[in-house]
């Protein structure tokens, strides 16, 4: 086989790892902080989906342009979400928590299934064909535009935890919860906020998803599961290890199947979960608990 | 009130009851033994037959089942010209899922459906055969190719649709001809197909067949993919690096359109994309793909334009549907409901056996598909289809082979999608 397939295939799955590497940062921050695992995560990335295939319906807005509203609109939703919903299990016991998410990850497919129906939908933005071509390497456009945006959003977002004051006040309570109360902290609406980013995070990537894939109400649990096996794998509650986690997966996806059958692709990823769960169980950039 | 009063008034009243119960029981048990011979009675004399019509409306072969639907709808007016008894259809969608469909199967014939008809994929067809032949009620298959179906020694279950091996040495015969007419073929392929039953199915037969048909090409590598699969970029590069000169493909509609896009954008322009399966020629393909979409051949169950009813199926569905060409989904799933209400009204009866009776002598010479018409064999299979190629051209169908059924000349090779506008 020649050598610039495998290029093709690897430059391929980073572009795809970096869209699933920033899904799953949203994950990560929401956990890091709140300590909830969200599982309407998947489901929360359709919505931002649906949201930019009606937009592009309509109106004919390119998912990227409408990258940013989509994501406020998510910001939204996630910081009522969690201010109304989810604040009032933070201290129940776990599987309390995941009922509640499960319960409002099914309310959500079937709410888009009502609006929108069961068929898939999609954008055919005027760059849907488009490649270019480097020398032999020969890159999708639509991946090439994702994959920067997601980098765009994740430097976006480690730029915010690192040098703002909200930033590092939610820094402060993934610390120290005591510590971030005894300091005057409003560690309430510090969760909610940081909820809604993560949900931003969800929103930001499904408009970059839809250039990707068409989206169908079902998708939601498939990519809840990616999202976790990504955040396993790159380290529960650590950005970077997303990142590196997605890219990881994404690349694995490609280069598996290309040098196996297609078909198996999947089967790769979860081979990688089970390798880090077996020899480095806190993920490839987790803290080992103490 | 006297003693002994209040007891004869109970009396009475018990006196009362009990006739009045032996009256009702008596009218009951006479309603109620009664209504089944009216029933038999009012289907004997005209009252439709309840035909459960399952598809995939909904999931992966939504589009598919959509448009196997547009079948169903232009069915009655039909059937009524034809003199043939009217059809109560029930719905049922199989969500593009086999235990779905196997669900929705029993609960069809638990509501009443006395002939089930669909249901487009092999895999859903297999579990509702299952189901009809343990429940005994008569099933015809509209589309499934799948060989085992009707190995299985069933007696309920009727396919008039070809079998993968059926639809492979047709396929290959066509390709030779086509090869002919415009004196070049390609001298090697890549062979992509679904990983579902169909897919499996035709993957299992094609060495042999192509063993006999003498080809003039080999197969370079055979790539399977999940049907579901939401990109299908290293299956293209993969097919690409093996630099075959065509495509050999069995394919559904989903895939087929991501596969063309990923043509497209990774820049191989293939001598010749030559499927065996749904997907390339569906009205959905053409429309969302426009000039990207002309040029692939489909070696498929198609219909004769030359029979007079093919004239009448083509002006209805023009009639309902004027911007959609007629395809296999629609023609296929009118002979299912054509083979239900024929052998309605030989039978005389609605009852199970004396259906599947009358759909086993079946006999229709006026029918759509090509071949001498719909005769079932043992297996319940009918064995005398024929199909043709059908290229895409302009967002229309023309039919390239075989010469007795051709429309049109193959174009060929596949114009550079670079060079499309």
């Known amino acids: 086989m020649p050598a610039e397939i495998y290029l093709n295939v690897a430059v391929s799955g980073v572009l795809t790892g970096l869209v699933y590497g920033l899904m799953a940062l949203g994950l990560s921050v929401i956990f890091g902080v709140v300590r909830v695992v969200n599982f309407a995560h998947g489901e929360m990335m359709t919505i931002a989906m649906y949201l930019a295939v009606a937009l592009f319906s309509a109106y004919k807005l390119d998912p990227l342009v409408m990258l940013v509203p989509i994501a406020a609109v998510l910001f939204a939703l996630g910081y009522v979400l969690q201010r109304g919903l989810i604040n009032p299990f933070i ?11 499960v319960a409002v990850a099914l309310i959500m497919v079937n709410a888009l299934l009502i609006a929108f129906g069961p068929d898939a939908r999609g954008v055919q933005t005027s760059y849907a064909f488009a490649s270019f071509a480097l020398g032999p390497l020969i890159v999708d456009a639509n991946k090439a535009y994702a994959g920067l945006a997601a980098v765009t959003v994740a430097g976006g977002l480690f730029a915010f935890f690192r040098y703002t004051l909200t930033g590092k006040a939610i820094r402060a309570c993934a610390d120290n919860y005591a510590g971030a109360l005894v300091v005057g902290l409003d560690v309430k609406r510090l969760y909610a906020l940081t909820f809604a980013i993560g949900s931003a995070c ?18 939601g649990p498939t990519y809840t599961l990616l999202a976790f096996v990504i955040v396993i794998t790159g380290g529960l509650g650590s950005m970077a290890g997303a990142l590196l986690g997605g890219v990881l997966i994404g690349l694995t996806e490609a280069v598996g199947g290309l040098l196996f059958t297609p078909s198996a692709k999947s089967m790769f990823t979860f081979a990688i979960l089970v390798v880090v769960l077996l020899f480095r169980p806190q993920g490839l950039l987790g803290k080992r608990l103490t | 009130m006297k003693p002994g009063s209040h007891r004869k008034a109970r009396g009475s009243e018990a006196c009362m009851t009990r006739r009045r119960f032996m009256g009702l029981s008596a009218g009951l048990a006479g309603a109620l033994t009664a209504q089944p011979f009216a029933i038999a009675k009012a289907q004997g004399a005209g009252a439709p037959l309840k035909v459960g019509v399952l598809l995939p409306r909904s999931g992966v072969q939504a589009g598919i089942g959509q448009d196997c639907q547009r079948g169903v709808d232009i069915a009655p007016g039909i059937l009524k010209d034809l003199g043939l008894p009217e059809l109560a259809i029930m719905n049922a969608d199989t969500e593009t899922n086999v235990e779905v469909a196997r669900a929705r199967a029993e609960r069809l014939i638990g509501e009443g459906a006395q002939l089930i008809v669909g249901a487009f994929d092999s895999g859903q067809s297999t579990a509702i055969a299952q189901v009809a032949e343990q429940k005994g009620i008569p099933y015809v298959i509209n589309i499934a190719a799948a060989p085992p179906i009707t190995e299985q020694g069933y007696k309920f279950v009727f396919r008039n649709f070809p079998t993968a091996s059926m639809i492979l040495s047709d396929a290959f015969a066509n390709q030779k001809e086509i090869f002919a007419a415009v004196g070049s073929a390609p001298k090697s392929v890549v062979f992509m197909h679904v990983n579902d039953t169909y897919g499996t199915s035709m993957q299992k037969g094609i060495d042999a067949a192509l063993s006999k048909a003498d080809m003039p090409y080999k197969i370079l590598d055979t790539i399977a993919y999940d049907p579901a699969a939401r990109d299908l970029s290293v299956e293209v590069a993969k097919a690409k690096a093996t630099g075959a000169e065509a495509l050999l493909l069995v394919s559904r ?43 692939p051949i489909s070696f498929v169950p198609w219909y004769d334009p030359n029979k007079p009813l093919s004239k009448a199926l083509e002006a ?26 024929d052998a309605y009204k030989r039978a005389g009866s609605a009852d199970p056996k004396a259906l599947a009776d009358a759909i086993r002598a079946t006999d229709i010479t006026d029918n759509v598909s ?32 075989p010469k007795a059924a051709a429309n049109a000349q193959p174009e060929w090779p596949l114009s550079p999608y670079d060079k499309r506008g």
């Open chain 2, 253 to 295: 509609l989903n895939d087929a359109m991501l596969l063309t896009r990923e043509l497209v954008k990774q820049r191989w322009t293939p001598m010749a994309v030559l499927s065996m399966g749904p997907g390339w020629y569906e009205d959905q393909y053409l429309k969302t793909l426009g000039k990207l979409s002309d040029g």
């Open chain 1, 202 to 219: 969800v929103g930001a990537c499904g408009s970059m998803m839809v250039l990707l894939v068409d989206v169908t109400p079902p998708l």
């Open chain 2, 370 to 401: 090509i071949g001498p018409g719909i005769r079932f064999d043992a297996k319940g299979q009918n064995a005398t289809l024929k199909n043709a190629a059908i290229q895409n051209r302009g967002g229309k169908l023309v039919t390239v082979a």
């Open chain 1, 91 to 101: 201290n129940r016991p776990e599987h309390s928590q995941f009922m509640l998410l």
């Open chain 2, 316 to 341: 209805a569905l023009v009639k309902a549907h004027p911007d959609i060409n007629l395809n296999t989904n629609h023609i296929y799933t009118f002979e299912a409901l054509l083979i239900a209400a």
